[in-house]
């Protein structure tokens, strides 16, 4: 699960910029895999080879065409994707509940009882495969090209940032999900815009001044709104819903997500959830995450 609501909040506070892609030219732009294979598949969505829950048929060309569209502007693209997933204390494991094969069986129904344009509409929402079973074929297009790609030990965003901040530059910028900004990183290329030519980013320091936090509290932030690694801090899960802006007042409040935690362990939520070891473990997580070294070597980061 991303970042709880921060989308939602940065759009409201306008926070991400736009220029011209030639800004990124003779850059090596370092891509978050998943996210960018997660935005092509919504683009390539096929009913027919959903039916059989096979790749897009599209998704090769799509592809091929953002290389494409990545060299025409003199960008040399180093995709980078997830590894091992990090391990959860909650007795699931590495897997999640796969409706598909429902979703897929119900298109079936309507395909026999002979409404078809309901049975492709049930099958291209279906998420034919799964992300992670795609990026096998995704890597063999990538190479089929000569694209630069590589599997991180863990995260693809802890690696980003360390490829990101050492002093070699193996890249220069970064094109991932908002998630990237609890490692660091002082800019994050968001989105590209094909048509127009463009790309969306957001500057860390334009969202401190506007949050009014330090760079110190922006992970504690983002872990109490809640991420892949830790539940939403339960004190903010008010009657009316979750606001990201409730995370960013109780930070700046409490100056450290730890203070608030202790200064509201009576909360009923937060002692059932032993919140306090499941923050210090998505801190950690964040902190001293596993990567792969230019040197071949894999450690942690701030070590």
Same mark, same amino acid.
């Given at each position: 699960?991303?970042? /709880?609501?921060?989308?939602?909040?940065?759009?409201?506070?306008?926070?991400?910029?736009?220029? /011209?892609?030639?800004?990124?030219?003779?850059? !090596?732009?370092?891509?978050?895999?998943?996210?960018?294979?997660?935005?092509?598949?919504?683009?390539?969505?096929?009913?027919?080879?959903?039916?059989?829950?096979?790749?897009?048929?599209?998704?090769?060309?799509?592809?091929?065409?953002?290389?494409?569209?990545?060299?025409?502007?003199?960008?040399?693209?180093?995709?980078?994707?997830?590894?091992?997933?990090?391990?959860?204390?909650?007795? /699931?494991?590495?897997?999640?509940?796969?409706?598909?094969?429902?979703?897929?069986?119900?298109?079936?129904? %309507? #395909?026999?009882?002979?409404?078809?344009?309901?049975?492709?509409?049930?099958?291209?929402?279906?998420?034919?495969?799964?992300?992670?079973?795609?990026?096998?074929?995704?890597?063999?297009?990538?190479?089929?090209?000569?694209?630069?790609?590589? !599997?991180?030990? #863990?995260?693809?965003?802890?690696?980003?940032?360390?490829?990101?901040?050492?002093?070699?530059?193996?890249?220069?910028?970064?094109?991932?999900?908002?998630?990237?900004?609890?490692?660091?990183?002082?800019?994050?290329?968001?989105?590209?815009?094909?048509?127009?030519?463009?790309?969306?980013?957001?500057?860390?320091?334009?969202?401190?001044?506007?949050?009014?936090?330090?760079?110190? %509290?922006?992970?504690?932030?983002? &872990?109490?709104?809640?991420?892949?690694?830790?539940?939403?801090?339960?004190?903010?899960?008010?009657?009316?819903?979750?606001?990201?802006?409730?995370?960013?007042?109780?930070?700046?409040?409490?100056?450290?997500?730890?203070?608030? &935690?202790?200064?509201?362990?009576?909360?009923?939520?937060?002692?059932?959830?032993? #919140?306090?070891?499941?923050?210090? /473990?998505?801190?950690?997580?964040?902190?001293?995450? &596993?990567?792969?070294?230019?040197?071949?070597?894999?450690?942690?980061?701030?070590?």
């Amino acid at each position: 699960m991303p970042i /709880r609501n921060i989308d939602v909040f940065f759009r409201e506070l306008k926070l991400t910029q736009e220029a /011209r892609i030639g800004v990124l030219a003779e850059t !090596r732009l370092g891509i978050e895999g998943h996210n960018w294979l997660r935005q092509l598949m919504l683009n390539t969505r096929d009913g027919e080879p959903a039916a059989m829950g096979g790749v897009p048929l599209a998704l090769e060309a799509e592809i091929v065409k953002e290389l494409h569209f990545f060299q025409s502007n003199n960008i040399t693209p180093i995709f980078v994707f997830n590894g091992l997933p990090v391990a959860r204390r909650d007795g /699931r494991g590495f897997v999640k509940d796969d409706h598909r094969p429902a979703y897929r069986h119900a298109a079936w129904e %309507q #395909y026999w009882q002979g409404h078809t344009e309901q049975a492709l509409r049930g099958w291209s929402t279906s998420s034919p495969q799964a992300l992670a079973d795609t990026v096998p074929f995704v890597m063999q297009v990538l190479q089929a090209h000569g694209a630069e790609f590589m !599997r991180a030990p #863990y995260s693809s965003w802890a690696q980003l940032a360390y490829m990101y901040q050492h002093e070699s530059q193996p890249i220069h910028a970064v094109y991932s999900s908002l998630e990237m900004l609890m490692f660091d990183v002082d800019r994050v290329v968001t989105s590209v815009n094909h048509s127009r030519a463009t790309f969306g980013w957001i500057q860390r320091d334009n969202m401190l001044g506007k949050c009014g936090i330090t760079a110190d %509290q922006v992970l504690d932030m983002c &872990i109490l709104a809640g991420c892949d690694w830790c539940p939403t801090f339960p004190p903010l899960l008010g009657d009316i819903g979750f606001s990201f802006k409730s995370a960013v007042d109780v930070t700046r409040q409490y100056r450290s997500g730890f203070n608030a &935690i202790q200064a509201m362990a009576d909360h009923p939520g937060v002692r059932a959830a032993n #919140y306090s070891d499941s923050f210090l /473990r998505a801190y950690c997580t964040v902190k001293y995450h &596993i990567v792969l070294r230019l040197d071949g070597s894999v450690g942690p980061l701030n070590a």
